[in-house]
Each structure stands twice: as structure tokens, then as C-alpha cells.
């Protein structure tokens, strides 16, 4: 662990919205659910003592959004007490974004809207969308200036987050973040690789803080390689930045929001959980997903959260096997009893989790990069993730 560095500031100013710490929950697919958001902001309430942060949803296809596809829909929930709600859309299309943050404003679906232009998975950018999409400057800015349009005069703040670039060779956090910023967007976050080392290797911190040189009129975010409180202090500290946007360094740990808040607010880190501690945290989980999609499908997507849960600690492997296959919320209070309670949170722990994978090329569209100033909208890019 590295020594704590002392938070810069405590708070985060994001259009109207004024969160008590500049902490933000990053939308993973499959992940951050409201039953995820949900616990995450209970955990934090508990040991913190406060709900101070930002907590976004999945995110969701601006056309699929539009259509109205039941399961699109579905991951919209928010909590009844959930405050500020944040909503994330995936699009490549002006038309369809700006018909999108028309619905969500009309229909009060959401206090805030994100964009994602990070996404590196290769069925997205193959056809254009995601991290490629920023590298067509005026197709993003017309996309970003769709949303502000969208929402102006609302209060509902539109947020950007894209990636340093494409590769090495094509760079574009810089004029992605002048863009939005010129566009009206309230605030962008840099997740700090490209898109060809989509979650390998290490972070570049000091593309954070050029950009934090970069765009001066609003809030910038850093992103990438913080898996505790420690990281994300620093974060701020050498890059500058704003505030820091949580992904896989949740997984398995939602408690992890609580030790952020207390680090930004000068207070004691809660002691880290003990077995028995995760596993009333999993049970909890397992319910929260019950609830939001019924037994049957609640359970299998409590099976990758188990994994996480149990990262670094002695389980078995008999246990864990059967804990992959869990089936009911019955069967998991059986599998969890089988843990020993009292075993501490152990330092194999702590550190990277999730999804890493390694670096490799980017799937681009025929003669994507040819042009940057051509705002064509990409053919069927915005059909990839319809439906979620």
C-alpha cells in the first residue's frame, strides 16, 4: 500500500449537480445494475456514514432506448430512493441521440446523462462505434451537441467519457475533451488506455493530466487502474484531475465507495471486511438480484459476482465450483454458510480483478480512418448492443 496522499478537494460540481465527494461509479455492462448501485450505496451509508458519490447505470443503446425494447427499458430501473440517477447511452447518431435525451427529459427517467465513447470491444468498433467513434471530430461533436440540445434549460448536466485514442498513433482524448467541452457538455472522464490495449497493461495517468491542462472550463475525470482509496487520492494528486471514476476495481468489493469517502473526507478507513462480512455482503447481492430479475436469472448473474467476491480468499475449490453453478437464493445461503466467517481480508485481495485480457488491434470500418472531419453516421453501429 502506498502512503495516502491528502485529497485536493472533497466535492464535485457536475452542472447543478453538487456531489460530496468526486468519486464516480464507471457503467459495466452486466454490472452496475440497480441491484449493484443499490448495495454499493447501502455500504457506503453503513460504514461512511453518507451517500456522497455518483452511482451510474449500465449503459444502454440510444436507439434501443428509443424503440422502447422491454430489456433496454428493464435496465433503466433506479432505486426509489436513488438520487441524483445517472444514465448512460451508447450511440453514433445525432438524430437518435438527441430523440433519446428528449425521452429521458420528458419522461423524468434521469437527472444526468453520460455518453460512452470508451467502449473497445470489437463488435462495437468494427462498425464505428465506441472508442472509434471519437476519432470522426465532427460526427462526436454533433452527437455531444445533440444531447446538450436534448436537455437545455433541464438541469440535467450530459457527461462524456472517452479513451486516450484509438492506438498510439491515433490519439484524440484532447480533442475529444475540447469538443465536449465546446459542445456544453458539463463534464468529461478520460479512461486513461486505448482502445487497442483495451484493459491490459497499465493506465496512462499523465494523458489525464494533459487533458486537465487541456479543458479548464469543466470538470475532468480520470479513470483507469484505481483498486483502492489510496490509488484514487493520487490519482488526483499527480494528474489534477476533478474526480475519479471507479470500474473493476469495485468488483467483488462495493464497500469500496465507503473507504473513498472517508479518504476525501479526511475521515478513518472502515476496516476492511472479514469472510463472514463478504459473504452477508454476497447474500445481500444475491437478493438485491432477485428482486430485480426474478430467482432464476438473479442467480446467474450473482455467479461472476461470487467469483469476485472470493478473490484472494481461502475458499476451496469444491465450494467454488458449486458456487458457479448456483441455482437459488437458498442454495447461496447454504454454499456462504460453508465459508469460514472470521478469516480477515486477506492482501490477496486487494489489486486488479475482472476482465484484463491483452492488447491487440483495432476492428475499424473500411477506410474509418481516411477522414476524420466525415460525420457519415456509421451503417448498423447502433444495432451492436441494441436492447442493452
Same mark, same amino acid.
Given at each position: 500500500m502506498t502512503e495516502p496522499f491528502a485529497?485536493? /478537494?472533497?466535492?464535485?460540481?457536475?452542472?447543478?449537480?453538487?456531489? $460530496?465527494?468526486?468519486? =464516480?461509479?464507471?457503467?459495466?455492462?452486466? =454490472?452496475?445494475? =440497480?441491484?449493484?448501485?443499490?448495495?454499493?450505496?447501502?455500504?457506503?451509508?453503513? @460504514?461512511? #456514514?453518507?451517500?456522497?458519490?455518483?452511482? %451510474?447505470?449500465?449503459? %444502454?443503446?440510444? $436507439?434501443?432506448? =428509443?424503440? /422502447?425494447?422491454?430489456?433496454?427499458?428493464?435496465?433503466?430501473?433506479?432505486?426509489?430512493?436513488?438520487?441524483?440517477?445517472?444514465?448512460?447511452?451508447?450511440?453514433?447518431?445525432?438524430?437518435?441521440?438527441?430523440?433519446?435525451?428528449?425521452?429521458? %427529459?420528458?419522461? #423524468?427517467?434521469?437527472?444526468?446523462?453520460?455518453?460512452?465513447? #470508451?467502449?473497445?470491444?470489437?463488435?462495437?468498433?468494427? /462498425?464505428g462505434g465506441g472508442a472509434a467513434l471519437p476519432y470522426k471530430r465532427k460526427l462526436f461533436g454533433q452527437i455531444v451537441a445533440a444531447a446538450v440540445r436534448a436537455t437545455e434549460g433541464t438541469g440535467i448536466p450530459v457527461t462524456v467519457k472517452f479513451r486516450i485514442g484509438i492506438d498510439d498513433h491515433h490519439h484524440t482524448h484532447l480533442d475529444a475533451g475540447r469538443i465536449a467541452a465546446e459542445e456544453g457538455a458539463a463534464a468529461v472522464a478520460l479512461h486513461a488506455r486505448t482502445a487497442a490495449q483495451r484493459y491490459s497493461g497499465s493506465a496512462d495517468w499523465d494523458r489525464i493530466a494533459e487533458l486537465k491542462q487541456h479543458v479548464t472550463g469543466i470538470p475532468v475525470l480520470g479513470n483507469g487502474d484505481i483498486f483502492d482509496a489510496d490509488d484514487a487520492l493520487k490519482m488526483m494528486a499527480v494528474t489534477g484531475c476533478d474526480g475519479v471514476v471507479i470500474g473493476r476495481g469495485c468488483l467483488g468489493r462495493p464497500w469500496l465507495f465507503a473507504e473513498l469517502s472517508a479518504a476525501f473526507t479526511g475521515r478513518p478507513?472502515?476496516?476492511?471486511?472479514?469472510?463472514? &462480512?463478504?459473504?452477508?455482503?454476497? @447474500? @445481500?447481492?444475491?437478493?438485491?438480484?432477485?428482486?430485480?430479475?426474478? &430467482?432464476?436469472?438473479?442467480?446467474?448473474?450473482? /455467479?461472476?459476482?461470487?467469483?469476485?467476491?472470493?478473490?484472494?480468499?481461502?475458499?476451496?475449490?469444491?465450494? $467454488?465450483?458449486?458456487?458457479?453453478? %448456483?441455482?437459488?437464493?437458498?442454495e447461496l445461503d447454504e454454499l456462504l454458510a460453508q465459508l469460514d466467517p472470521d478469516v480477515p481480508f486477506p492482501h490477496a485481495a486487494e489489486g486488479p480483478r475482472g476482465r484484463q485480457g491483452s492488447p491487440g488491434s483495432v476492428s475499424l470500418p473500411e477506410g474509418w480512418l481516411a477522414d476524420p472531419n466525415d460525420c457519415t453516421v456509421p451503417a448498423g453501429a447502433d444495432l451492436v448492443n441494441s436492447g442493452g
Open positions: 485529497p485536493a /478537494r472533497s466535492a464535485l460540481q457536475i452542472g447543478p449537480i453538487a456531489l $460530496r465527494s468526486p468519486v =464516480v461509479l464507471a457503467p459495466m455492462a452486466g =454490472v452496475t445494475n =440497480v441491484a449493484f448501485r443499490t448495495l454499493c450505496r447501502e455500504l457506503e451509508l453503513a @460504514r461512511a #456514514g453518507t451517500v456522497s458519490g455518483l452511482y %451510474v447505470c449500465e449503459m %444502454v443503446t440510444a $436507439r434501443a432506448l =428509443v424503440e /422502447r425494447n422491454p430489456s433496454t427499458l428493464h435496465m433503466t430501473t433506479f432505486g426509489p430512493d436513488e438520487s441524483p440517477r445517472s444514465l448512460q447511452l451508447y450511440t453514433v447518431d445525432p438524430a437518435t441521440t438527441h430523440a433519446a435525451a428528449k425521452m429521458i %427529459v420528458d419522461e #423524468g427517467m434521469a437527472d444526468h446523462i453520460d455518453m460512452n465513447f #470508451g467502449c473497445p470491444v470489437p463488435k462495437v468498433t468494427r /462498425r478507513c472502515p476496516t476492511p471486511p472479514t469472510l463472514g &462480512e463478504v459473504a452477508s455482503i454476497a @447474500r @445481500r447481492h444475491g437478493e438485491l438480484l432477485a428482486d430485480h430479475f426474478g &430467482e432464476d436469472k438473479g442467480m446467474r448473474d450473482m /455467479r461472476k459476482h461470487v467469483a469476485w467476491y472470493l478473490h484472494g480468499f481461502p475458499a476451496g475449490a469444491d465450494l $467454488r465450483r458449486a458456487l458457479a453453478l %448456483v441455482k437459488t437464493l437458498s
